[in-house]
């Protein structure tokens, strides 16, 4: 099976431009899932779509915002960038069928990232 | 506090050491660990995965967990220049939200 895929791998964007990033998840995986990775903070979790719905969302502010479509593609987007937001976003695929459960065993598989800089 | 605490090194180590790795965590309610390798300018792979206390061996990789302690390792054996990675440890509860430290950059030295 062909690993995820993060469109475009960079980005340089000027403060408050806003910025669609892009994400194809393996083949039947339905739970698409996007970090932003920076060195100081690590990876931290942006939020979780599972068939087109967000179910899981961490604690970045609503300008980062995203979707997912009925191919479980996912885009996510950043409006009003701001220099801070200069990272590494990465989305990870899993199959989600367990989410939600206490047992939650699915494997996450990530994509290269996609490395935006804000000027 | 973070949930997820991880020396962020940078580690080196001559070939063929033992090369030990760990993190602490805060939240008693994770159930599920996870030690991925991040290669420079790749996403991360995933390398162990272990559930609850004990200890799990992938050929010169174990994964030890002690959840009386909050605290979880990866060991590796007869280190090699290609185990040259960011190592970052991961650990979920319920749902899909992980947790990641924030990586031990290791290097090993031919």
């Known amino acids: 099976k062909a690993g995820v895929t993060q469109t475009p791998r960079y980005l340089i964007k000027t403060r408050g431009q806003q910025v669609t990033l892009s994400c194809s998840p393996i083949?039947?995986?339905?739970?698409v899932s996007w970090y932003q990775q920076t060195p100081g903070q690590g990876l931290q979790f942006l939020f979780e779509?599972?068939?087109?719905?967000?179910?899981n969302k961490g604690n970045f502010p609503g300008r980062f915002s995203g979707r997912q479509f009925s191919n479980s593609r996912s885009e996510m987007n950043v409006s009003t960038l701001e220099l801070g937001d200069s990272a590494l976003y990465l989305c990870a695929s899993s199959e989600g069928t367990s989410g939600g459960s206490m047992f939650s065993t699915d494997t996450q598989y990530f994509g290269p990232g996609t490395r935006l800089t804000v000027l | 506090q973070k949930e997820v605490e991880q020396d962020p090194g940078p580690l080196s180590v001559p070939e063929g050491a033992i090369v030990s790795l760990n993190c602490t965590y805060s939240?008693?309610?994770?159930?599920?660990f996870m030690w991925y390798r991040q290669y420079s300018r790749k996403g991360p792979e995933l390398l162990m995965y272990t559930y609850s206390s004990g200890n799990k061996e992938d050929g010169r990789f174990t994964a030890q967990v002690d959840k009386s302690s909050k605290y979880i390792s990866l060991f590796i054996r007869d280190s090699q220049p290609s185990d040259s990675a960011t190592y970052l440890c991961a650990m979920n509860s319920t749902g899909n939200q992980f947790y990641f430290g924030t990586g031990t950059s290791l290097t090993v030295i031919p």
């Open positions: 939240n008693s309610a994770f159930q599920y």
């Open positions: 779509y599972f068939s087109e719905t967000q179910r």
């Open positions: 083949s039947g995986h339905r739970s």
